[in-house]
């Protein structure tokens, strides 16, 4: 082999640019568990053959009830903003509110068996048919999430920021050199549920900082955006040299 051949094999190859998305979601998104919990009682309830129900059916009503619960939280969980210090306010009047319960059954023995029987009473049932619209109705509100963000995301690749938006697909660019980042946790159930924030980008030149919400696993798309901007620094200090 040539000392030719051997210097171009030895060589180095270029790094391929490194392209990163950046979507911002519907807060929608976050309703997976309630339509995971209405498959699943879709599914067995469809097995089971309970077509009609009553509130006598045992099964029918232990799904409706966890169904309910699920919405319930799930709902509660999109609808207002937990960050840190809300979330440990929560968790503190939840706290409270299970002590004095506690405490007042401690008082009044008999407050306990009325609880449990008003509880008790209330047997709400739903047969397959309503989870399989339930589920049918939610999986077309995914595929148009998932159809809309395809028009209105962001890139940054080859050394720009780039804003995909619209039908047509109309693009605007940044720059990319001296773009800051800073990465917020708005809500710490949304991050629990797929490690949603928020993250503010600061392109250089630009007095208006651009807000994207809902970025899902915002910590990991963090971590590769201060890699792909650091290679950026890199590149341009090699050019200018």
Known sequence: MSGDETNIENTPKAPKSQKIYLVPFPKFIFMYPTFIVSLLAWA????????????????PVMMTG??????????????????R?????????????ALGGWMAVSIKPDLLPA?????MALRPAANSTFYGCISVAMLLMYIAVFASVRMNYWELSNNELLHHHGILSDLKRYPAPQLRVDKEIND???????????LILH??????????????????????????????KVKIGNDSA
């Open 44 to 59: 067995v309830l469809a097995m089971r053959g309970y077509k009609t129900v009553t509130p006598d059916d045992s099964l």
């Open 66 to 83: 966890i169904f309910l619960g699920v919405l319930m939280l799930n709902t509660f969980v999109i609808v207002f903003d937990f960050p």
């Open 85 to 97: 210090a809300t979330s440990l306010t929560l968790i503190f009047i939840l706290t409270t509110l």
């Open 115 to 119: 609880v449990e029987n008003w509880v």
């Open 188 to 198: 710490v159930f949304e991050f629990i549920l797929l490690g949603a924030g928020r």
């Open 203 to 232: 392109p250089a030149g630009e007095t208006r900082a651009i807000v994207l919400d809902n970025i899902l696993f915002v910590g990991n798309k963090e971590r590769l955006l201060t890699q792909a901007l650091g290679s950026i």
